[in-house]
């Protein structure tokens, strides 16, 4: 999306993304990365060790992540993940959007930074839900009071770094 572009798109309210988060027993990672400075690594390392999904990792060039198998797509899953959690660049999302419908995912869940207003009326016109430029692992993490794991929501307004004792 251009800077230009106007965002029209409305995606679902707190309640209703967690609603999504609490229906939902498996996330896909598009575009999962074993490299661990990668926005994709951090969130796979806090879903599969602070949540209860099964995740499945989604890179047809790594052939592990975390000690779980890669798989090469969508296709490739042993089963329809509730949710596609993509990090994936935006000429490439239509080509997930496909990859997600075929594969019977139920959400289809851009990451921060990521906005494709026909990618999402696409999704919802093929049934599925749409939250786009958000994080899994925020969202997750603030609707279950784990923001602070990562440094965020400390209860501390400071401008200076808390020395612990």
Known sequence: MSAAETRTWEGPTAPERLALLRQAKSIAIVGASDKPSRASYFVATYLQSSTRYKVYFVNPV???I?????YASLADLPESPDIVDVFRKHDDLP????????????????QLGSWHEDVAKEAEAAGLDVVMDRCV????????????LAGFDTGVISSKRQVLA
Request: proline letters at 3%.
């Open 62 to 64: 790594v052939k592990e």
């Open 66 to 70: 975390l000690g779980q198998p890669t």
């Open 95 to 110: 080509g997930v959007l496909d990859e997600a419908i075929e594969a019977g995912a139920k959400t289809l869940w851009l």
């Open 137 to 148: 692992k925020i969202e997750h993490a603030r609707f279950h009071g784990g923001l602070h």
